[in-house]
Structures are given as C-alpha cells and as structure tokens.
T-cell receptor, first 114, second 109 residues
Framework: EAQVTQNPRYLITVTGKKLTVTCSQN?????MSWYRQDPGLGLRQIYYSMNVEVTDKGDVPEGYKVSRKEKRNFPLILESPSPNQTSLYFC?????????????FGPGTRLTVL | SQQGEEDPQALSIQEGENATMNCSYKTSINNLQWYRQNSGRGLVHLIL?????REKHSGRLRVTLDTSKKSSSLLITASRAADTASYFCATGGSEKLVFGKGTKLTVNP
C-alpha cells in the first residue's frame, strides 16, 4: 500500500531533550516536506526536500533540522526542543513539485514539549 | 507565508444541503488544490485544478477557479455527516505548496 509513515505518532518530552521524528514513503517520490499545524495558524512548512541531499527552509525552520540521505526517508530533528514547538507535525511527499502534483500526507505526530 | 485564505472559517449545514467554501490567493499560481482533514488526522487530497482550467468535477465535488479574481470555490453537493471535516486550499507555485487556514465544515444529521 502506497503510504507515508511517521513515528512516533505521539510524543511527550521535556525542554532540551533532542528528538527525531521519522518519516518514510514507499512511492519513490522525489519531493518531501514537513509541516506543523497549530490552531488558528493552519499548516506551515518547516523544511522541504526536492531530492536526495537537497533540502531547503520553509516558512518556519527555526529550531529544526532535516536530512535527506535516502530518497524514502526525511527525518525531522529537534536538537533542543522548546514548549513553543508543541504542535501537530505532518510529513508529506509528492512525485514532484514543479507542476501539477498532489501531496500525500502521513498520519501526523502530536508532540508536546514540557 | 500564507497565500490561500479560506472563507468562511466555519460552516454548519444540514445533511443533504450543499456546502460552498471559497479560497482567495495573492500571487500567480500553477495550480490550486483542495484537501480534507478529519479531526487531527493527515490531510487527504481531494482535487487539483490547473491554472488554465475553470471548472472541475469529482463525484460530489465541484471546484471552480477564477484566476482574474485570484479565487476558487469548492462545492460539495448533497452533503453527508461523513463530510464533516476541515477543508484546505493549497496554491502551487514553482517550488512549494502553500496552505490556507481552512474551513471547518460540520454536517448535522
């Protein structure tokens, strides 16, 4: 089944404790992206990747890191999480982004930073 | 930067009625997409309309695009309780998709 998977689905952590949220897709998609969703603010893009070893900042990249060493994986790293990073995070992928491509979303990771 | 803005923010209707949501955007686009999100879950792609198209249908969904007014509308006909969800428009440029804040639709049985 074609899908985007994220792990963990739920995470409660404390300020400053490094964490990684994994994202994997099995559709051989070139483009992958991370979003955060907050009440009243909609979805905001954190980072995106057009292909392996190519990543770029989105609208809210501060406090996050990403890497794209393999086509299928695009982990999101929070080196020193803070309470303002408490949010619902989504990973998405698409075949390409230049023209007419729908994005496939993962189920989301609900992160709470105490 | 948020480009698409949905209107209304919330909409409550009875089952069987039609629901119309609007999206306005600011800059030129390659395409405009609509997504649905059930509470707390991942977004699901509904329909994509290209900048050179004016109208598109998919089942009970009808999307229109007016590039001169920089606006789009999503019509759900004969709504069902299962249509209760948030609906987002997303505008596609050359490198990324930019989402609006969404319209929360409630369909009452």
């Amino acid at each position: 089944e074609a899908q985007v998977t994220q792990n963990p689905r739920y995470l409660i952590t404390v300020t400053g404790k490094k964490l990684t949220v994994t994202c994997s897709q099995n559709m051989n998609h070139e483009y992958m992206s991370w979003y955060r969703q907050d009440p009243g603010l909609g979805l905001r893009q954190i980072y995106y990747s057009m292909n392996v070893e190519v990543t770029d900042k989105g609208d809210v990249p501060e406090g996050y890191k990403v890497s794209r060493k393999e086509k299928r994986n695009f982990p999101l790293i929070l080196e020193s999480p803070s309470p303002n990073q408490t949010s619902l995070y989504f990973c998405a992928s698409s075949l390409g982004i230049t023209y007419y491509n729908e994005q496939f979303f993962g189920p989301g990771t609900r992160l709470t930073v105490l | 930067s948020q480009q698409g803005e949905e209107d209304p923010q919330a909409l409550s209707i009875q089952e069987g009625e039609n629901a119309t949501m609007n999206c306005s955007y600011k800059t030129s686009i390659n395409n405009l997409q609509w997504y649905r999100q059930n509470s707390g879950r991942g977004l699901v792609h509904l329909i994509l309309i290209r900048s050179n198209e004016r109208e598109k249908h998919s089942g009970r969904l009808r999307v229109t695009l007016d590039t001169s007014k920089k606006s789009s509308s999503l019509l759900i006909t004969a709504s069902r309780a299962a249509d209760t969800a948030s609906y987002f428009c997303a505008t596609g440029g050359s490198e990324k998709l930019v989402f609006g804040k969404g319209t929360k639709l409630t369909v009452n049985p």
